[in-house]
């Protein structure tokens, strides 16, 4: 397996990861929908990782309400350090049906959203820190310098390794490196989607 150093993280990676947004658990009797792998199914998949030298997993808060975050959790036990783990907060306002939903962009809010996001997937991944923690989606300008402050506190407590944020604009990338420190940045780019090589070469 190849290994590179993640970004600006200094954390070393292996080239392949094992993304985590198919662990969705088992829909009840007869309801209709994709369900992704079982959990069974998955923790011999994350157990295996290592094995044939993959240690990066990728979640998010987001991903079945939770779920893959607590699969992983249960995965992990126990072996913790053969693994880098990054999982993604949503600093923005979801929907009704979302349980991080909330109309509320003030300052107080959106700090307070962040440390109690990051809180819980500590919780569900049973893990004392998170080694990336990535913003999931583009702060609105006026929440940018509150979400950045929020992510350092985080970083300077130990909970949190590198901060990082899952995206293509450029803009709010260079944005948030003007407003804090910015480790990574995950975004789509492969044989047949290269639309994204400005954020590959800030």
């Not at 440390?115 to 989606?137: F, P």
């Not at 929440?143 to 899952?166: F, H, Q, W």
């Amino acid at each position: 397996m190849e290994y590179r150093i993640l970004g600006r993280t200094g954390i070393r990676v292996s080239a392949v990861g094992l993304g985590c947004s198919q662990i969705r658990g088992t829909l009840p009797p007869g309801e209709k929908g994709w369900t992704g792998l079982t959990d069974e199914e998955a923790i011999a998949n994350i157990r295996h990782a290592p094995t044939v030298g993959v240690n990066l997993i990728d979640t998010a808060e987001v991903y079945a309400y939770g779920h893959s975050e607590d699969v992983i959790g249960r995965a992990m036990e126990g072996h913790r350090q053969q693994y880098v783990v990054a999982t993604k907060v949503t600093p923005l306002p979801g929907n009704e049906n979302d349980p991080f939903y909330s109309t509320d962009l003030s300052d107080a809010s959106v700090y307070r959203r962040i440390l109690q996001a990051c809180e819980g997937s500590l919780r569900r991944l049973r893990t004392e820190y998170i080694d990336v923690y990535q913003l999931h989606a583009d702060p609105p300008d006026e929440t940018l310098a509150t979400v950045m402050d929020a992510l350092t506190r985080l970083k300077k407590e130990g909970k949190v390794r590198a901060i990082g944020i899952s995206t293509g604009n450029v803009n709010v990338i260079r944005k948030l490196i003007e407003a804090g420190e910015l480790g990574m940045v995950q975004t789509p780019y492969n044989l047949l989607n290269r639309d994204r090589e400005e954020v590959l070469n800030l």
